[in-house]
Nanobody, 124 residues
Framework: QVQLVESGGGLVQAGGSLRLSCAASGVTFGSYATGWFRQAPGKERDFVAAIMSTGSSTYYADSVKGRFTISRDNAKNTVYLQMNSLKPEDTAVYYC?????????????????WGQGTQVTVSS
């Protein structure tokens, strides 16, 4: 059974940085493509970033390109989301997701496994 646990969320001022972590257990993490999504109150869950199972390729939503970086350490069964130059509109619950495939996945419906989410709040 795949378990994903996010951490690293919190309150930060606009322009600041946070690094989210997603720790996986119960799997050989190197066989799973991983993504980050976010959901603001009253809105749909949106794609943020994704990374291939090997870490060799990444993809970003236009809204975060150049500010966020997704990476992974398969030896530690962990994926990261480094968020810089944060804006108030980045405020949301951030979710980690994993799917047993080598390829990048960008749709929430493509992922079978989800973490519980971590709150990110950016004040203006």
């Amino acid at each position: 059974q795949v378990q994903l646990v996010e951490s690293g969320g919190g309150l930060v001022q606009a322009g600041g940085s946070l690094r989210l972590s997603c720790a996986a257990s119960g799997v050989t993490f190197g066989s799973y493509a991983t993504g980050w999504f976010r959901q603001a109150p009253g809105k749909e869950r949106d794609f943020v970033a994704a990374i291939m199972s090997t870490g060799s390729s990444t993809y970003y939503a236009d809204s975060v390109k150049g500010r966020f970086t997704i990476s992974r350490d398969n030896a530690k069964n962990t994926v990261y989301l480094q968020m810089n130059s944060l804006k108030p509109e980045d405020t949301a619950v951030y979710y980690c997701a994993a799917e047993a495939t080598i390829r990048i996945r960008m749709r929430a419906s493509d992922y079978d496994y989800w973490g519980q989410g971590t709150q990110v709040t950016v004040s203006s």
